[in-house]
């Protein structure tokens, strides 16, 4: 590998993970301004959105840059190209907080209703994940990237209890239906970053070990 | 550019086309077991789901031999780009058209509810846009790729009202809440379907224009 491509290669894994932070942070507002009820946090969030796009145009312009003017082969390549699948991944957890936020700030307009404490401990785990798989990328950490694969199940296994529990408070109250409708929604935004944690888990094993894990998780549970 | 390169573009281009129909056929299939209640079609629609997943493999496969052996620059490097970036949209609507498929096998064991067959126009729309997105990029077509981006904002819109209708029908029969909740994921997972669409169709503009319409689209609907 040339020393200019290194360079290059390693202002690129600085970027991902300045992007990684950013949605992070998102993530984690977002979901702070549902379960704390705080307008301020989920507008944050709403502001915030375009600097991630913004993110993810310049990493995509770098990897063509890198393309072009190197024309790197074997790992290199590789490299290259799951950082511009990872960007995607990125920018669409990105949204998926802005989702998050928009929720948020709708529920904030109206009465409190019981179940909104209930995604700390998933919001919690779906953050670590955010960072873990950026890690994992960047470091080529094969058993973190794993790792990150199996709290999948486990944030599925919390949607699931989300939905069953919401749907017996829309039960018993009609009432609540709109609110419960929208706390569905926060559930499965959060369900969708941690999958894309997990798309990009499954490209730094696949990167690492030229395994294909992603289409043989037989027991990948499925979206509700 | 090489007859070599010109060759594998045109390979390139056809498993494209052919992902795109077996996507279009899953979404079609998937829609119609929510319809008209038809299991075997859910059925048929999971069983296919590991030949969109093989055929996704086999694109970026090719997609990193053609870059590794032509080393190609300017606009066929951004074509490939493309590719591998479109590639990973279509296999991820195939994953949603399974994930209404899973919907449509729960609700045929369940009592009919109203509001499946509003589905329709819905489902009519977001199948012409899967086509088209495609037909866009194999064809360099920047008109049409701009028609599926509008087209997006009315899927957007009929979502909302099936939301609005759903939550309407869960306040004025509690018993429906499961039903329904089915129905909403239903809505959502098409509505999905045009995102990754209309992100094709954007990709085209850029590929083609060089603009960047996707993060200016202030008015882009935001997901409920």
Request: glycine share 4%; net charge negative.
């Given at each position: 590998m040339t020393k200019h491509l290194?360079?290059?290669?390693?202002?690129?894994?600085?970027?991902?993970l300045t992007m990684g932070g950013m949605v992070e942070q998102a993530t984690d507002l977002a979901i702070s301004a549902v379960i704390d009820r705080r307008r301020d946090l989920a507008e944050q969030?709403?502001?915030?959105?375009?600097?991630i796009d913004l993110k993810e145009l310049e990493v995509e312009d770098e990897c063509l840059k890198m393309l072009a003017l190197h024309q790197p082969v074997a790992t290199d390549l590789r490299f290259i190209i799951t950082v511009l699948k990872v960007n995607n991944d990125l920018e669409r957890m990105g949204d998926l907080a802005k989702n998050i936020a928009e929720r948020a700030a709708v529920l904030c307009e109206q009465p409190p209703i019981a179940g909104a404490q209930d995604f700390r401990r998933m919001a919690e785990r779906v953050r670590n994940m955010v960072h873990e798989c950026i890690d994992a990328l960047v470091e080529r950490d094969v058993d973190l990237a794993r790792r990150v694969c199996l709290e999948d199940k486990e944030v599925d296994d919390e949607n699931r209890r989300r939905?069953?529990?919401l749907q017996q408070v829309m039960?018993?109250?009609?009432?609540t239906v709109e609110r419960a409708v929208s706390l569905l929604s926060v559930s499965r935004h959060l369900e969708r970053i941690a999958d894309h944690a997990t798309n990009v888990a499954e490209d730094v094993v696949f990167l690492v070990d030229g395994e294909v894990i992603r289409h043989l998780r037989l027991a990948r549970a499925s979206a509700p």
């Open positions: 290194q360079r290059d290669l390693e202002v690129l894994k600085k970027q991902l969030v709403l502001r915030g959105d375009d600097a939905f069953a529990d039960q018993s109250d009609p009432s």
